[in-house]
């Protein structure tokens, strides 16, 4: 049995006629009946029988017939699907940043449908806390593309897109609130709300606390930035993360850290090993032409342009 069978089968159903199935089918009546004897054959049952000049299912046609069209709408879906899919006006894009990213990823896919005209293409884009997550993802071949700090793999390559300044954020009602800038060494002795220890960014403030002698109290873990907001604004902590993009969250004041503190270098990357369907390829050229999108970002908030 073969998908050839099956389609003429149906077709054969529909019409009840041979020869105008043939000529639907673009085939000679010969190889039609040719075909649907090999079926009949190979299942040992009898699906038409003649009734004048057409033909009729049997009992075996009647029951066999609703597993056939379903399997073959099934299929077909499945194909219509696909083609959407990879269809560069049409398909998907899957992508995947940290939630830091939240206000970038709907201005850069804006940007996009509004410079190309690419209206069609659904473009998702999903957020993941920590970059050890984002990895696996995109090795695994579950996004397309991530943006995130850059990932050291033969199997990816990465376009630099700008970089994302680390600050310290308090409540409004905390003492170092009445700055515009902090040297770390304030925070000894501090509630501190911090990175969970799978983020890159706990690293890198366990590494400079413990560069300067600093000590802090950490009260709550976590690797969502909007939590870190929510504890910081309740008087919880204060919390050093990137900045936000939305501006200071309620009830909260950036700062700026005079201490050295490298900002985050963000990239969008993409497995060189794994399909990339076209809609993705024109969305990853877009970002590689327009070059460092992020820092337009930024200097675009900068200017209050939005």
């Known amino acids: 049995m073969n998908l050839r069978q099956l389609y003429y089968f149906r077709t054969i159903a529909e019409l009840e006629h041979y020869t105008r199935a043939a ?5 000679s009546q010969s190889s039609l009946s040719h075909a649907i004897q090999e079926l009949e054959s190979e299942l040992n049952v009898k699906f038409f029988e003649k009734k004048g000049r057409n033909v009729e299912l049997t009992k075996y046609g009647q029951l066999f017939l609703p597993y056939v069209q379903k399997s073959l709408a099934t299929l077909e879906a499945g194909i219509d699907k696909l083609s959407d899919y990879i269809n560069p006006n049409t398909g998907t894009v899957v992508m995947a940043g940290f939630p830091s990213l939240a206000q970038f990823a709907p201005d850069i896919i804006v940007r996009y449908v509004s410079e190309t005209n690419r209206v069609d293409v659904r473009l998702q884009f999903n ?5 050890k997550r984002l990895r696996e993802q995109l090795l695994a071949g579950d996004v397309d593309l991530i943006f995130a700090t850059e ?3 033969p199997q990816v390559a990465s376009a630099y ?8 954020l308090v409540s409004q009602d905390h003492r170092l609130a009445r700055y515009d800038t902090v040297d770390l060494k304030e925070l000894d002795g501090e509630d501190f709300i911090a990175f969970d220890p799978n983020c890159q960014l706990r690293d890198e403030t366990d ?5 300067l002698g600093i000590h802090v109290n950490i009260t709550t873990e976590t690797a969502q930035d909007l939590i870190m907001s929510g504890l910081v604004a309740s008087n ?5 993360l990137p900045y936000p993009l939305g501006g200071a ?19 969008m990357s993409w497995n060189k ?11 990853r050229d877009f970002v590689v032409r327009s070059g460092d999108v992020f820092n337009q970002f930024i200097q675009k908030l900068d200017h209050g342009q939005f």
């Open 127 to 131: 957020q993941e806390p920590t970059y």
């Open 207 to 211: 590494q400079i606390f413990g560069e």
């Open 236 to 240: 919880h902590g204060v919390a050093i």
């Open 161 to 168: 897109i700008g970089e994302h300044p680390v600050v310290l």
């Open 23 to 27: 000529e639907k089918l673009f085939v």
């Open 273 to 283: 090993e794994q399909y990339l369907p076209p809609a993705a390829e024109y969305f």
């Open 249 to 267: 969250p309620y009830h909260t004041k950036i700062v700026s850290i005079s201490n050295f503190l490298p900002p985050r270098k963000l990239y």
């Open 151 to 153: 990932v050291n793999d």
